[in-house]
């Protein structure tokens, strides 16, 4: 037996409520659909001669629909609702044909004259059997358990407000007359309507105002999770699971509510079936909406901490470059005694060279001259302590301070020497002799002191370029006393006004990434630097150990700076941890990245320090497993990072 | 030996020998010595002292090991025998507080970057070295010789002047 249909369209869902409920009595032996709007109607593609009842908001567009339904199926009954502008009507008259306007409310009468619409058409459609006339003759009682059909229609198609003041609206009007539980309630801000991880009885309806939900966090504080507006539903979860409540709710402004206890919603779903499917769509409509956030807040969250690993690893670099400026700097002043050097050295030789080419020279004096600037280039010059000695014990020889420092330094002034040389010459003649040998002595000293400045900067540079060079990807066995030493040829310059005690022991080479561990280094030596504040002592050692049955070295680095308290230990190596002031090296965070590096390297940090006036020191000591041939490179995600 | 002294002070052997030659010009009339350090020159400055010899111009770095080469001088400053001394700093190391550090409480004289021009270096040592002698000395006719002769010959005209007017 074909089952009919009721249609009912219209774009306010409140009126479709109405319907719903009005008509809920045919339920049973109709099919009850109803659209927001004519489109959805046609999607739905209903067999056109199945429908037994048009209900219908009078629009233009409605308007083309019922006439072309009108003219295809003469029989359908259609009822049109109170339009709101009238010329429409007569139009609709016209092109098809209203069988009865209905007010917003659908009166008995009315859903008496529907009854007999409909009978009419069953008859010509030979299909009013006797339980239809029964139930369409008018006075049997609305059924109780309309078709669960009817139950899930389209709130698809009803916006979240739309939904929501649907069923508060329905609510209201419900418990308008009726209120003796007292179930609408206005509340004062700051009443408490669920308490997180209590039980909770009741679910709210928001008709007006502001409820706050929060959680507590894990250090004894509380976390706003969201605000609920009117519209939306609070203790809805709890209500229906039985669970604790997960949050804790409160009225943030004064509050219009629908408070409804589980036996008071049980007696209203079976008093008012028709609320159960709006109700439904609600709840799940609420459900998805808060699962909906919390999804989009895990991605935002996600994408956060994309960005914080980002930033964690521009901070790193950033580090690295502070240090690495200050290096620079420091380096560029440790360049700056050799570069003069250099500088004055050729500036001379630009006058000496050409000078004593010029010269007429005896045979003698040639060979002299030669054999003084061979010896000048070979030689460690005297210290000054001694030239000043040995300068006053051959004034007597020489006459006077000037002739007798240069004898010095060309190491003319043994009394041997000079009577080989200048026993012979009148004071005058040696004066002479004297000066012209020195310029032979100057050009010797100064390509010396030129190679060893020029030396001392290959040093640095060779220094440097580990810096600035990238570690294979393969861990490979290097010599950690050179890259020690390296880091120390940068420091030179800071270094200077301490006592730089090295005790090395004889290590093995490690596998290791030789440049990640000189950052280490560095940071260890401008830590002992920075905790002197430019003056002290910095004992550096290495020693191999056995560890656990595998073979380790061991580095420690330690200063004789006022030591680090015991209860800031643990902190420092803490990422936001400083005790850096301005001119200090880098920003700080020096010892995470060093333990960073470690923890690659399967090694060990760690601190010892001691505050005591007589003997305070601090300690780090650096343990490094030799055999090492698995070591993740931080490099790998920082430059993917950097890349994007 | 001279009477009065040049000394330099400087950690860097280079350095040292660098600035000694460019100084040789002031040899014959002032003993140039030179130090490696602080210590040394204080040592240096004790003997010489017993010798008669009197501190004309200081030369020195900044940055060396032990004593910086600023507090050195604000030690000499603070050393009556040592005060009317002219004081360079010769560094590329010394930051903006020492310097002021060094003019306010050191009495620094003159203030040379490294790298330095020999000529350069040469020229302000021996302006320097005419003010001390004019200030210090009353045989300034040795000294025309070596130093700013036109600011010495003025001096001496100007002395004979105020003798007679006397």
């Known amino acids: 037996m074909t089952r009919y249909e009721l249609v009912c369209v219209h774009s306010d869902p409140e009126q479709l409520l109405l319907l719903q409920s009005s008509l809920a009595v045919l339920g049973s032996h109709f099919n009850l659909r109803l659209y927001r709007d004519h489109h959805h109607w046609q999607q739905a593609e209903l067999s056109p001669s199945a429908i037994a009842l048009i209900v219908a908001e009078l629009t233009s567009s409605t308007l083309t629909l019922l006439s072309q339904h009108a003219q295809q199926h003469p029989e359908t009954p259609i009822l049109v609702l109170t339009p709101s502008e009238l010329s429409l009507l007569p139009c609709l008259i ?7 306007v209905l007010e917003g409310n659908i009166s008995d009468t009315q859903l008496h004259q529907i009854n ?15 339980e239809l006339q029964t139930l369409l003759g008018g006075t049997s009682p609305p059924s109780l358990n309309p078709s669960q059909q009817t139950q899930f229609l389209d709130y698809g198609l009803y916006s979240d407000t739309e939904l929501s003041a649907l069923v508060i609206n329905t609510l209201y009007r419900v418990f308008k007359e009726n209120d003796e539980q007292h179930v609408c309630r206005n509340y004062s801000k700051n009443h408490l309507l669920t308490r997180e991880g209590e039980h909770n009885n009741a679910l709210w309806f928001i008709a007006k105002g502001e409820v706050q939900l929060k959680k507590s966090t894990p250090n004894s504080g509380e976390q706003e999770v969201t605000v609920m507006r009117s ?44 609320l159960l499917g709006p109700f439904t769509h609600l709840l799940l409509r609420n459900f998805n909406r808060r699962l909906q956030g919390s999804i989009i807040t895990k991605l935002k969250l996600q994408s956060t901490l994309q960005s914080l690993d980002a930033a964690h690893a521009q901070l790193v670099e950033t580090e690295k470059m502070a240090v690495l400026g200050q290096l620079v700097a420091g380096i560029a002043h440790e360049l700056n005694n050799p570069v003069a050097a250099i500088l004055r050295g050729t500036d001379t030789l630009k006058t000496k060279v050409p000078f004593l080419l010029d010269q007429d020279l005896d045979i003698k004096t040639r060979q002299l001259g030669a054999t003084t600037l061979n010896h000048a280039m070979k030689i460690t010059p005297l210290s000054t302590a001694l030239i000043r000695q040995r300068t006053k014990a051959a004034i007597p020889l020489f006459g006077n301070n000037a002739l007798a420092r240069k004898a010095v330094q060309m190491e003319l002034d043994s009394p041997e020497k000079f009577h080989q040389h200048f026993a012979k010459s009148n004071p005058s003649e040696m004066g002479q002799s004297i000066k012209m040998l020195d310029n032979y002595y100057l050009v010797g000293n100064f390509l010396r002191s030129i190679d060893v400045c020029a030396k001392r900067i290959a040093d640095l540079v060779k220094g440097l370029k580990h810096y600035a060079g990238q ?8 010599d950690i006393h050179e890259g020690i030493e390296e880091t120390l040829v940068i420091f030179e310059n800071k270094l200077k006004a301490y006592e730089v005690i090295k005790t090395y022991q004889s290590i093995p080479l490690v596998q290791c990434h030789p440049i990640e561990l000189q950052q280490i280094w560095t940071n260890l030596i401008a830590n002992a630097i920075d905790a002197t504040q430019g003056v002290g002592s910095i004992q550096i050692s290495t020693s191999s150990l056995v560890r656990d049955q595998r073979d380790y070295i061991c580095v420690s680095v330690e200063d004789n700076g006022p030591g680090i308290a015991k209860s800031k230990q643990a902190a420092i190596f803490e990422l936001n941890y400083t005790t850096k002031r301005e001119g200090n090296f880098g920003l700080g965070i020096g010892l995470t990245v060093c333990q960073q590096i470690i923890k690659r390297h399967h090694g060990e940090i760690t601190v010892s320090s001691c ?10 000591d650096v343990y490094l497993p030799v055999i090492n041939p698995i070591i993740k490179q931080r490099a790998r995600a920082e430059n993917l990072q950097e890349s994007q | 030996m001279n009477k009065y ?16 030659a460019d100084l040789d010009g002031l040899s014959e009339l002032f003993d140039l010595e030179a130090a490696q350090s602080v210590d040394e020159a ?36 603070q050393q009556g025998e040592y005060k009317a001394a002219k004081k360079v700093l010769l560094t590329g190391q010394a930051g903006l507080e020492d310097t002021v550090e060094a003019l306010n409480r050191g009495g620094l004289d003159f203030y040379i970057a490294k790298p330095w021009q020999g000529d350069e270096l040469f020229a302000h040592t021996q302006e320097l070295l005419t003010d001390y002698i004019l200030d210090n000395e009353k045989d300034l006719m040795r000294y025309a010789r070596l130093l700013d002769a036109e600011k010495i010959f003025s001096a001496i005209h100007a002395r004979r002047q105020s003798i007679s007017n006397d």
């Open chain 1, 94 to 100: 016209n092109q098809a044909r209203v069988d009865l």
């Open chain 1, 116 to 130: 007999q619409l409909l009978c009419h058409f069953l008859r010509q459609r030979q299909g009013l059997t006797q």
């Open chain 1, 231 to 274: 519209g939306s539903m609070v203790g809805g979860m709890s209500f229906i699971t039985g669970e604790p409540a997960f949050t804790t709710s409160i009225t943030l402004t004064e509050t219009e509510v629908i408070k409804l206890e589980k036996n008071q919603f049980a007696t209203l779903m079976k008093s008012n079936s028709e």
């Open chain 1, 471 to 478: 570690d294979v990807e393969q861990a490979v066995f290097a």
């Open chain 1, 611 to 620: 505050t005591d006036e007589e003997n305070h020191f601090t300690r780090f």
């Open chain 2, 5 to 20: 002294i040049i000394l330099c002070v400087d950690d860097e052997r280079e350095v040292l020998d660098s600035v000694l």
């Open chain 2, 42 to 77: 204080r040592d240096f400055l004790t003997e010489s002292q017993q010798n008669q010899q009197t501190l004309a111009l200081i030369l020195c770095d900044h940055l060396m090991p032990g004593t910086k080469g600023v507090d050195f001088l604000i030690e000499l400053q």
